[in-house]
């Protein structure tokens, strides 16, 4: 396994030992015993906490995987390959992508504004050279402390730096260096409508299986265009699981399938939001039928969700819960969703690392579902993502990705299918989750879709 290493205090030489070094430009380590167990050290450093606080985007900013000293510590989930060599620069990797893959970069980054702005880090978005890029993804190297807190005008003018800017994108990059556009809604907004493609869904496929269980809680349905897609994990006693999951399966159905028949495309602010509403109406039907069985405690039914909505190359993204939204490429498999769990929110109150509170006791107890939340108290968490090329968008719920069970067997199981019909291959993946977990109700939905014209993969960028 190999990691990143950082510290508070460069003049403290990394600590030998169990670690080797493998470069110094980043400076990427070498775990000698990656069976072995590494202790906890008693006090995070300061510098390891906006990581730990910024865990909502795990799919762009690394993890802290261990801190070795007081000042010394390692991320993982870095923009690293597995061989340790790192991602292709944002700087370097620019001239030789094709403009939707620019275009979702530079999504993702003003995605990641304002969190940063709130930790005190958005210097890291201004350095191209800290921006690693491997296919459709970015991801930071490392979070640097603002000195000053930077502008979206000085991200404007860092842009412009990139040079061969397609003529649509050229004046919004213009627009967001002379500060014409205030807030990242704004360049989120501007950027957003500018994506096209000629990309369409391919195939869809969905399976459930109950598993060892007697009954199957999961749900899930899907438009036989892609258009959207829904997986659901009840929960509540005896028959509560299996009706909340199918009230909130038939409730956001219902909206979802409305919003494709309206006039005219929403924007991707307005599908977000139109999600998100979705996600709030479901929540207090279940909550409602809740008060008037006079369900309390364990008795409540209750849903996770994963849903997402397909607009041309824009992929819309919901989730409340521990079910999972995958997406997966030819370079690599990327987890687009954080668990609602007790793990997740000791990380993310940045009180522990994630390697440290998967041994605690309930770590993995739901902080959130559908249902079960007061409607004030309910935060579903709503992602868009630029597809500039083949991949797989995988749902599902716990029963099918717990024991890393997709990042295991993505290669063998799932990386084929991107050539293949995924639709001879349900059972295959079933059979897998059986025989690795089986425990639990097992459920899917794949989602294949294809750029139709040929990409240029940041594969073959050199490395």
Not at 33 to 49: C, D, F, I, K, N
Not at 194 to 199: A, E, S
Not at 334 to 347: F, I, P, R, S
Request: glycine fraction near 8%; include cysteine.
């Amino acid at each position: 396994m190999y990691y990143l290493a950082t510290t508070a205090d460069s003049r403290t030489p990394f600590p030998n030992g169990r670690y080797q070094v493998q470069s110094s430009m980043p400076l990427v380590v070498r775990d000698t015993q990656p069976g072995t167990a590494l202790a906890p050290y008693a006090q995070m450093p300061p510098l390891s906490r906006p990581y730990q606080r910024l865990n909502a985007f795990r799919w762009a900013v690394p993890q802290v995987h261990a801190c070795l000293n007081s000042t010394w510590f390692l991320l993982e989930d870095a923009p690293l390959t597995p061989t340790g060599e790192p991602w292709p620069r944002l700087s370097h990797a620019w001239s030789k992508a094709d403009s939707l893959m620019r275009l979702g970069w530079l999504i993702q980054i003003g995605r990641l504004w304002d969190a940063c702005i709130q930790e005190s880090v958005a210097t890291s978005l201004l350095d191209l050279d800290n921006l690693g890029v491997l296919g459709w993804q970015v991801r930071l190297f490392y979070l640097k402390p603002d000195a000053a807190r930077p502008t979206l005008q000085q991200l404007g003018q860092c842009w412009l730096r990139l040079g061969a800017l397609p003529p649509n994108l050229l004046p919004v990059v213009e627009d967001l260096a002379k500060g014409r556009l205030a807030q990242a809604l704004d360049l989120l907004d501007a950027l957003e409508a500018l994506v096209d493609g000629p990309g369409k869904v391919e195939v869809v496929v969905g399976a459930t299986h109950p598993g060892k269980r007697s009954n199957n809680e999961d749900t899930f349905t899907y438009d036989p265009q892609g258009r959207y897609a829904l997986v659901c994990d009840g929960m509540g006693g005896h028959d509560g699981g299996e009706i909340g999951s199918q009230l909130a399966l038939q409730s956001l159905e219902q909206r979802l399938s409305q919003l494709f028949y309206v006039e005219g495309t929403p924007s991707a602010r307005q599908m977000r939001w139109s999600l998100t509403d979705s996600v709030y109406q479901a929540n207090q039907a279940i909550y409602d039928l809740n008060r008037q069985q006079g369900r309390q405690h364990y008795r409540r039914m209750g849903t996770t969700l994963v849903a997402c909505c397909l607009i041309g190359p824009l992929l819309h993204v919901a989730h409340v819960g521990d079910s999972r939204v995958y997406l997966i490429d030819r370079q690599h498999c990327q987890q687009l969703t954080v668990d609602d769990d007790v793990a997740n929110l000791e990380v993310s109150m940045a009180r522990t690392t994630s390697n440290t509170v998967a041994g605690m006791p309930n770590s993995g107890a739901l902080t959130q579902a559908l249902g079960i939340m007061a409607p004030n108290a309910l935060h579903p968490t709503v992602q868009t993502f630029v597809l500039p090329e083949d991949c797989l968008v995988l749902l599902c719920t716990d029963g099918f990705c717990d024991g890393a069970l997709v990042e295991r067997f993505w290669e063998q199981a799932l990386l084929p299918l991107l050539t293949q019909d995924p639709r001879a291959h349900d059972q295959a993946l079933i059979d897998l989750a059986l025989r690795e977990l089986g425990g639990d109700n097992i459920t899917f939905i794949l989602i294949k879709y294809v750029a139709r014209v040929r990409k240029r993969s940041i594969t073959d960028l050199d490395l």
